[in-house]
């Protein structure tokens, strides 16, 4: 076999006679395998996109930087919505701390001003109802709920303050009430002297009684008619064994001619309390409680405050 080749430098041409085939044949073959390999790849490299064929020093392919993005708006959106749960769930917390404050007022209140616990009975809702409208529904937005939130918030404040100054003013009442005296010293017996002019049973003459006596038996129970403090607890002039208590409110009260005194100076005693039993020591013509009331330490008239109790 010949083949022809021709040279541009002088024009002439020229020819190399291949003679054994066998020696350039695979040469050939090598070279035609070389040639369809190259027109592969640029056929291939003409259909991908010049993102896809960048090296692996360029930037990354567009789809997986869009999805980067996308994952992390996902997550401070989500990071967002904790943070307005977390705050909704604090805000929360604190109204119901403020509902057990209020719930426990009323139930104080309830007790001390002695009110229908049916009627005012913080452990249950109140009752509600009503047909319901399906046209005026409306979905609540996320503006007008954490709006309701305040509005209650301010509520349940105000009603806080409403109780607190309620209670003042019913606690004040019944402390009034404690420290001022009422009803008879003793649980039984009977009235056998009253307040004022009198005739005196060991001389005879016309006096002045600054009290009430109450007769009984030996050994029968006194009872204190108000709370308050006991400032005297013992022996004096004329009233033999005597319990003095303070009230407040310039109110004190006397208990003479006990047979046993129970309490000492000091002691806080309460309304129907037990302080002394009665007897007839000091200027006595028998077992009796001898009652004073005095009001900035000046005897008064102790009929209205006995009566006041029925």
């Not at 056929?43 to 392919?61: I, K, N, W």
């Not at 002695?114 to 609540?140: H, M, R, V």
């Not at 407040?248 to 006990?258: A, D, F, L, P």
Request: aromatic fraction near 6%; glycine fraction near 10%.
């Amino acid at each position: 076999m010949k083949f022809l080749l021709y040279t541009t430098t002088s024009g002439r041409a020229g020819s190399i006679q291949l003679g054994r085939p066998a020696v350039w044949a695979p040469a050939i073959l090598a070279l035609c395998a070389l040639l369809l390999g190259a027109a592969a790849l640029g056929y291939h490299l003409a259909g991908v996109p010049a993102q896809a064929v960048t090296s692996s020093d360029s930037s990354e392919p567009a789809w997986t930087a869009a999805l980067r993005e996308h994952k992390k708006d996902l997550a401070e959106a989500r990071d967002e919505a904790q943070n307005h749960l977390n705050a909704l769930a604090l805000r929360l917390g604190q109204m119901q701390a403020q509902l057990l404050r209020v719930e426990a007022l009323g139930q104080k209140l309830t007790e001390v001003a002695k009110l229908d616990a049916s009627e005012f009975n913080f452990d249950q809702l109140p009752a509600q109802g009503g047909p319901a409208d399906p046209l005026s529904g409306e979905q609540l937005a996320s503006f007008d709920f954490m709006q309701a939130l305040d509005d209650l918030a301010l509520q349940i404040d105000d009603r806080a303050r409403q109780l607190e100054m309620l209670e003042q003013v019913v606690s004040a009442r019944e402390l009034r009430q404690a420290v001022s005296p009422s009803g008879r010293p003793i649980t039984k017996g009977w009235l056998s002297s009253y307040y004022g002019m009198r005739t005196d049973p060991f001389h005879g003459r016309r006096e002045m009684h600054k009290g009430l006596d109450f007769a009984g038996n030996t050994g029968d129970a006194i009872v204190a008619t108000a709370a308050g403090v006991v400032s005297w607890a013992g022996k004096r002039y004329g009233y033999g064994q005597l319990v003095e208590i303070a009230h407040g409110n310039g109110y004190s009260t006397r208990y003479g001619h006990c047979d046993e005194i129970l309490v000492k100076p000091g002691d806080r005693v309460e309304p129907g309390q037990t302080i002394a039993l009665m007897g007839s020591s000091g200027r006595s013509t028998g077992p009796h409680v001898h009652y004073e009331v005095l009001q900035h330490g000046r005897q008064i008239n102790p009929t209205k405050f006995v009566r006041a109790s029925r």
